[in-house]
C-alpha cells in the first residue's frame, strides 16, 4: 500500500463503522486540575491508573477505534506491566498522541492565542511512530469576544496546523487537525456560525497551501452553538443544522472524517447532537463522529475519584457513554439507549 492510501486507510479506519475516539490526552496539568477537584492525588500513579481504568474498560473496542494519549501516558504501562500501547491493540484500539505543546499568547494580539510544538517536531514524531502511535493530534484554540478572532490569530493558528499536518503525514502518521472555537463567552449562535466558518476557511487554505493530503486527515471541530454564558439557547435541531451548514460549506469532500469536541456541552448533549447531525436528510460526504474528551470521560472521572474499588463502576459508566455515542455516529441512538441499565453496556 502507497504512504498515502495507508494514512487514507487509517484515517476512515478511525471514524468509520460507528464508532469515535476517546480524547486523553490533558497534559499533566490539566489532569492535575480535574484530579484536584475531586481531592485526587495528583500524582503520575494516579494518572496512570486513571488511564488504565479508562483504557481497560471491557468491550471498549466495540465504540471507541482509537484513544488520543499525553506523552506520559503513551510510556506508561498498566499494573501487571503490559504496555497501554500494547493493550490497546490487543483492544482493537488504536494509539494516537497529542504532539502541540500547549498555547501561549499571540504576540501583538491581545486575548488570542497561538499553538507551540512545531520545533523539534519531526524527531518527536518519528519517536512516537516507533512507540507505536499510528495517529497525531495538535489543538488551536480560537476565542470568541467582541475584538476577536483576528484574521491574523486565525491564519497564524491554521498555519500551525497546517504545518503539523504535513510533518505528521511525512511521518506516516494521520493528522488530527483541530481548530476549536471555544464556547466559552456569552455570544449566540450566529456569532459561533460566523467565527467557526472562517476559521474552518483559513485551515483549509492553509493545508491546501501545504500541500496536505486530506484523505488523510481527520478534521476535529467544535460544534455551532451559543456561548456557555450566553442568554440564548439553541434546540438540538438548530445546533445539528448550523453545524452541517457551516462544515458543508467549507470542508473539502475529500477529507477523510470529522470527529468533533465536546467543549464543555452536556454529555447526553453532546451525544444528542451527533445524532442530529446523523440523522439529518442533508447529504455530507464524510463520516461523522466523536473525539470527546470531558463528554465521555467526566462521569466515569466523578464515580472513580481515585478509589481502586469504583474502577468497574467506572469502567461501566465510560462503556455506556461511549456505546451512546457509537450508536450516534450510526444515527441510532434515542431515549431508550440511554436508558439501558449501564451494567448491561460493557
Ligand atoms: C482532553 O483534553 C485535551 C486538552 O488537554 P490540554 O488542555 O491539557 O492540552 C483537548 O485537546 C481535547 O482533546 C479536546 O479539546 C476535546 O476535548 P473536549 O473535552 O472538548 O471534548
Known amino acids: 500500500m502507497s504512504h ?35 481531592h485526587i492525588a495528583e500524582t503520575e500513579d494516579a494518572r496512570r491508573a486513571y488511564r488504565e481504568l479508562l483504557l481497560t474498560t471491557p468491550g471498549l473496542g466495540a465504540w471507541v477505534s482509537g484513544a488520543i494519549l499525553y506523552d506520559e501516558t503513551l510510556r506508561q504501562s498498566t499494573a501487571d506491566d503490559v504496555p497501554f500501547v500494547r493493550a490497546m491493540n490487543d483492544a482493537g484500539i488504536l494509539p494516537g498522541i497529542k504532539v502541540d505543546t500547549g498555547t501561549v499568547p499571540l504576540a501583538g494580539s491581545p486575548g488570542e492565542l497561538i499553538t507551540e510544538g512545531l520545533d523539534g517536531l519531526p524527531k518527536r514524531l518519528e519517536e512516537y511512530r516507533i512507540l507505536g502511535a499510528r495517529f497525531t493530534k495538535w489543538r488551536a484554540v480560537i476565542a470568541i469576544s467582541e475584538l476577536t478572532p483576528t484574521p491574523r490569530a486565525l491564519r497564524a493558528n491554521a ?116 445524532q442530529a447531525m446523523n440523522a439529518a436528510a442533508l447529504e455530507r460526504p464524510w463520516p461523522l463522529t466523536f473525539s470527546y474528551g470531558r463528554a465521555l470521560q467526566q462521569a466515569a472521572l466523578h464515580a472513580w475519584r481515585g478509589s481502586p474499588r469504583e474502577v468497574p463502576r467506572a469502567q461501566a459508566i465510560l462503556a455506556h457513554r461511549a456505546a451512546c455515542n457509537a450508536a450516534a455516529a450510526r444515527g441510532q441512538y434515542d431515549q431508550a439507549v440511554e436508558d439501558r441499565p449501564i451494567f448491561a453496556t460493557a
Open 4 to 38: 498515502s492510501s495507508e494514512l487514507a486507510a487509517t484515517a476512515r479506519s478511525l471514524v468509520t463503522a460507528g464508532r469515535g475516539i476517546l480524547a486523553i490526552d490533558e497534559s499533566n496539568k490539566t489532569c492535575n486540575a480535574r484530579f484536584a477537584a475531586l
Open 159 to 274: 498555519q500551525s496546523l497546517a504545518r503539523y499536518a504535513k510533518a505528521a503525514q511525512t511521518a506516516g502518521l494521520v493528522p488530527i487537525v483541530e481548530p476549536e472555537v471555544l464556547a466559552d463567552g456569552t455570544h449566540d449562535m450566529e456569532r459561533c456560525a460566523t467565527v467557526t466558518r472562517a476559521a474552518l476557511k483559513h485551515v483549509f487554505e492553509a493545508l491546501d497551501a501545504e500541500d496536505v493530503d486530506l484523505a488523510g486527515i481527520i478534521l476535529k471541530p467544535n460544534m455551532v452553538t451559543p456561548g456557555l454564558r450566553s442568554s440564548h439557547r439553541a434546540s438540538v435541531a438548530e445546533v445539528a443544522e448550523a453545524t452541517l451548514e457551516a462544515l458543508l460549506a467549507n470542508v473539502p469532500a475529500n477529507v477523510g472524517g470529522i470527529a468533533f469536541l465536546s467543549g464543555g456541552l452536556d454529555d447526553v448533549l453532546s451525544t444528542q447532537h451527533l
